[in-house]
């Protein structure tokens, strides 16, 4: 029994042993030869299923080459009180209700309370090119389909992006499948800037705007440049201005700072030189100074080289004013709230790019000194609601959008823009009751925005919708509080400062960057 038990046992070793050897052969074996792998396609067949750049840029963690983008708390921070705060623009503008700035505040970023991106716009195919280009006159079509090549992406890293619903994607064009939002970036130094010299622009910029001309003696507001996080955006430079302009016609319709900025468009594209080949043709737009006026009511220019005309309408409120006694001009203005200014209803058909603006002289004491008396639908207006001045502003800007977009199936190759609200930087009261904005270092409240959403929510409502594009300038310029005239005003009345205007060159350059890269 017990040879045997021993036995059977030595037999049973020995045939568990035979057994992993064949397993371990066969192993061995399948390793070499796979069978399965002759069934599927070669891996380099596999990766031509997806695109190799968009492969490698899902399997590597994002860049972040800018330093400035911090993870630190104090850089995420949401600034206490800054939803609330963040505008209400109608009560920031109203004098009977202004507070000291748009913004006051000591936090370094605008932080975004939760950061959504949006898919990329399809622009229609009329808006793409424009195909106005007078009879006679030669267009440069290749030029041009390159020069609409504005926006780079310069990252990979959301190429599955969505905005999913938010209006705030007017303001953005399409980089290939990533959105980019040039009201979205940081402001970094560029000792190349500025555009222009202050002390040489003369044939376009008003003395009372050129700061070179004044007391002030710091002037590292002009040595930065506006950066968009997720773009890249052409260099301005005149010569590609005008090409991109070739036979076209730009007009600013809106308030004085509307003004400002075509001045500072004006300097931009020549540099700030004497041009004397640049002929004013105001007349053709019935902009000519009437018997008594200090001023006209706007100024058009001509580039003979390229066939450009850019022109400027001083119309503050955007609204159509009508004296209600044409032969007593000093009686009361008819101030037709849902009906767009006669000017831009008669020259709209000449218009390649519109940019439109209104804001600061929606308050009580502007439409009592100018004697406007609010009219809705041709008759003096009734409603409460439209009588207050948030409302009166909110039911002009969406008419006149509105009517814009109704007209772009007219004109295939017209471009309109509506932009945002330039911010006020008072402190400490207002500009009829000391408030001051005496701070001349730079980016001293933060350099970046962040937040997706515009703080213009009037404009973002307005324009949702419509083929007319937002020009966000807002939150951007709102960091700049140092760029203001301030108290260095040619005529400058004490105890009351600029914190309005903008010394030029300066913010506005900017706006116009941002303006070129969308054209």
Not at 260 to 274: A, R, V
Request: proline share 7%; hydrophobic share 35%.
């Amino acid at each position: 029994m017990k040879g045997g038990f021993y036995g059977l046992r030595g037999k049973q070793l020995s045939l568990i042993l035979l057994v992993l050897v064949c397993t371990t052969i066969l192993i061995w074996a399948w390793e070499k030869t796979p069978l399965l792998t002759t069934l599927l396609p070669p891996q380099n067949r596999l990766l031509q299923l997806y695109p190799g750049p968009a492969l490698e840029s899902s399997s590597k963690p994002p860049i972040h080459k800018n330093k400035d983008i911090s993870t630190s708390p104090e850089d995420k921070e949401v600034v206490n009180g800054q939803e609330e705060k963040a505008f209400s623009l109608v009560d920031q503008l109203n004098p009977e209700k202004s507070s000291p700035g748009i913004w006051n505040s000591d936090s370094n970023v605008i932080t975004p309370s939760d950061e959504k991106k949006g898919d990329p716009i399809n622009v229609p195919k009329e808006e793409s090119r424009d195909n106005r280009v007078p009879e006679g006159k030669s267009s440069s079509k290749k030029a041009e389909d390159v020069d609409l090549v504005v926006a780079a992406p310069i990252s990979s890293a959301n190429k599955s992006s969505s905005l999913e619903g938010k209006e705030y994607k007017n303001s953005t064009i399409s980089a290939g499948n990533q959105a980019c939002n040039y009201a979205i970036g940081k402001w970094v130094e560029d000792d190349s800037r500025p555009f222009y010299s202050g002390f040489e622009c003369k044939q376009w910029l008003s003395p009372m705007w050129a700061c070179r001309l004044t007391q002030r003696t710091d002037f590292a507001y002009e040595k930065f440049q506006w950066q968009p996080k997720n773009c890249k955006m052409d260099k301005f430079t005149g010569s590609n201005f005008l090409r991109r302009m070739q036979d076209k016609t730009l007009a600013f319709i809106g308030d004085s700072l509307g003004r400002q900025q075509f001045q500072s468009l004006m300097c931009m594209i020549t540099g700030g030189k004497e041009s004397p080949d640049v002929t004013s043709v105001g007349w053709k737009y019935g902009l000519v100074k009437a018997r008594g006026a200090l001023r006209p009511d706007g100024w058009a220019y001509w580039f003979p080289g390229t066939n450009t005309t850019i022109l400027y309408y001083w119309s503050a409120s955007l609204c159509d004013l009508e004296p209600l006694n044409s032969t007593n001009p000093t009686m009361d203005y008819a101030m037709h709230l849902d009906r767009p200014p006669a000017f831009l209803r008669r020259f709209l058909n000449k218009f390649d790019v519109l940019v439109l603006n209104t804001g600061h002289h929606w308050n009580r004491g502007k439409l009592k000194g100018n004697r406007w008396v609010m009219h809705v639908g041709g008759v003096p207006n009734t409603d409460t609601k439209i009588a207050e001045i948030g409302g009166a502003k909110n039911l002009t800007i969406h008419s006149i959008v509105k009517w814009v977009d109704s007209q772009l199936p007219k004109y295939p190759g017209l471009k309109a823009f509506y932009r945002t609200i330039s911010p006020r930087h008072f402190f400490n009261g207002d500009w009829n009751t000391g408030g001051s904005c005496d701070n001349t270092t730079p980016l001293s409240d933060g350099k970046e925005v962040l937040k997706d959403e515009s703080l213009d929510p009037v404009a973002v409502a307005a324009v949702k919708g419509t083929r007319v594009k937002l020009l966000d300038i807002t939150a951007s310029s709102q960091l700049r509080d140092e760029g203001h005239i301030s108290r260095y005003s040619i005529r400058a009345t004490p105890g009351v400062q600029d914190c309005l205007h903008w010394c030029l060159p300066g913010i506005p350059d900017m706006w116009n960057e941002i303006l070129f890269a969308q054209l």
